[in-house]
């Protein structure tokens, strides 16, 4: 599973978000609106209005310097060095868990069944139910958005900022799939690789399709023991439950919303009855919306609620499939 190296970066942000909004000097602050200067007619660049008297006067056109990013130089190097540090670590677990098996020549992962399969696409081809694409793209996603936010605070403007983060997160993940090409029980995985970049690039589709933001893609996890010889987290995959949150509030018509909390959403929860050729199974459940909780305004209490919106909190839930069961309380 490649959620754990970039739930780490996560835990990276927490000491660089809060200082984002509280920059207010930095231009590169996400407080900071994206070069405003670019929305200004351009008669009034070139113009110097003193407000006490009637007279205009000429002023030089902005210099080439003053358009370029501020970047902050040690904020550069901290991050660099912080991402390419964070990227070793995250090789040992995965060696441990993935990479000690038998290598071979580069080549793509057809499926389990080795010998026919789409290349990881078809539901036959999936050892894990496709959970383990889900995880590519949540993990992509996470890192996508979270570089994004570093490359604001270093001081890269917003649409610089919007291309780094898909592009590093991107390559990021690329990385991992090319390796596992060499490894004989796997391969180079093209389905992986789409989940890769549909979660990377997801913070740029959601731009294009409004539609999407409606929609949350979350995490909740409970330890499944099963296997009992596995890892406990990263191939756990019975343990792990995607869910689809929807904002209920926002598509509601505009006459009904005042009557709907903000915060209830409603998700749709996928996951397996055990890590490998296990049942589907699809859960419903209510969902808290965090970004809309009417409280905790200052930007400290936004970065957090931002970090809970991305995990499914412990709540009542429906098996729909692949049997009806009720839980009070579902992980």
Same mark, same amino acid.
């Given at each position: 599973?490649?959620?754990?190296?970039?739930?780490?970066?996560?835990?990276?942000?927490?000491?660089?978000?809060?200082?984002? *909004?509280?920059?207010?000097?930095?231009?590169?602050?996400?407080?900071?609106?994206?070069?405003?200067?670019?929305?200004?007619?351009? %008669?009034?660049?070139?113009?110097?209005?003193?407000?006490?008297?009637?007279?205009?006067?000429?002023?030089?056109?902005?210099?080439?310097?003053?358009?370029?990013?501020?970047?902050?130089?040690?904020?550069?190097?901290?991050?660099?060095?912080?991402?390419?540090?964070?990227?070793?670590? *995250?090789?040992?677990?995965? %060696?441990?868990?993935?990479?000690?098996?038998?290598?071979?020549? /580069?080549?793509?992962?057809? =499926?389990?069944?080795?010998?026919?399969?789409?290349?990881?696409?078809?539901?036959?081809?999936?050892?894990? =139910?496709?959970?383990?694409?889900?995880?590519?793209?949540?993990?992509?996603?996470?890192?996508?958005?979270?570089?994004?936010?570093?490359?604001? +605070?270093?001081? /890269?403007?917003? @649409?610089?900022?919007?291309?780094?983060?898909?592009?590093?997160?991107?390559?990021?993940?690329?990385?991992?799939?090319?390796?596992?090409? /060499?490894?004989? #029980? +796997?391969?180079?995985?093209?389905?992986?690789?789409?989940?890769?970049? $549909?979660?990377?690039?997801?913070?740029?589709?959601?731009?294009?399709?409004?539609?999407?933001?409606?929609?949350?893609?979350?995490?909740?996890?409970?330890?499944? @023991?099963?296997?009992?010889?596995? @890892?406990?987290?990263?191939?756990?995959?019975?343990?792990?439950?995607?869910?689809?949150?929807? #904002?209920?509030?926002?598509? $509601?018509?505009?006459?009904?919303?005042?009557?709907?909390?903000?915060?209830?959403?409603?998700?749709?929860?996928?996951?397996?009855?055990?890590?490998?050729?296990?049942?589907?199974?699809?859960?419903?459940?209510?969902?808290? @919306?965090?970004?809309?909780?009417?409280?905790?305004?200052?930007?400290?209490?936004?970065?957090?609620?931002?970090?809970?919106?991305?995990?499914?909190?412990?709540?009542?839930?429906? %098996?729909?499939?692949?049997?009806?069961?009720?839980?009070?309380?579902?992980?």
């Amino acid at each position: 599973m490649r959620i754990k190296v970039f739930l780490i970066l996560a835990l990276l942000e927490c000491f660089i978000s809060p200082g984002i *909004a509280q920059d207010n000097n930095n231009p590169g602050s996400l407080l900071a609106s994206s070069y405003d200067s670019t929305r200004i007619n351009l %008669k009034l660049l070139s113009l110097d209005v003193n407000p006490h008297s009637a007279h205009v006067t000429k002023k030089d056109p902005p210099q080439l310097a003053d358009r370029v990013p501020n970047i902050k130089q040690r904020r550069l190097v901290f991050a660099a060095f912080a991402l390419v540090s964070l990227n070793y670590a *995250a090789y040992e677990p995965f %060696k441990d868990v993935w990479w000690e098996e038998e290598r071979t020549h /580069f080549h793509f992962y057809q =499926g389990w069944r080795r010998n026919k399969g789409y290349l990881d696409f078809g539901w036959h081809d999936t050892l894990y =139910g496709h959970v383990d694409k889900l995880g590519h793209f949540y993990s992509a996603k996470l890192m996508s958005e979270h570089i994004n936010d570093i490359s604001r +605070w270093i001081g /890269f403007d917003e @649409n610089s900022s919007r291309l780094i983060g898909p592009i590093l997160s991107s390559l990021l993940m690329l990385e991992i799939e090319i390796y596992d090409g /060499f490894f004989k #029980d +796997w391969g180079f995985s093209l389905a992986d690789f789409a989940a890769n970049e $549909l979660g990377a690039f997801s913070p740029l589709i959601k731009e294009k399709v409004t539609f999407l933001n409606y929609f949350q893609l979350k995490l909740s996890y409970h330890p499944s @023991n099963l296997p009992q010889h596995e @890892n406990p987290f990263i191939k756990d995959y019975a343990g792990m439950t995607f869910w689809l949150s929807l #904002d209920i509030h926002s598509v $509601l018509p505009a006459y009904t919303r005042s009557y709907y909390p903000a915060w209830l959403n409603l998700s749709l929860g996928y996951g397996i009855s055990k890590p490998t050729r296990g049942e589907v199974e699809l859960y419903l459940s209510p969902d808290i @919306n965090w970004m809309k909780v009417p409280f905790g305004h200052s930007q400290t209490m936004l970065f957090i609620k931002r970090t809970l919106n991305y995990f499914h909190f412990p709540c009542f839930a429906v %098996k729909l499939m692949p049997d009806k069961k009720f839980y009070p309380i579902y992980f």
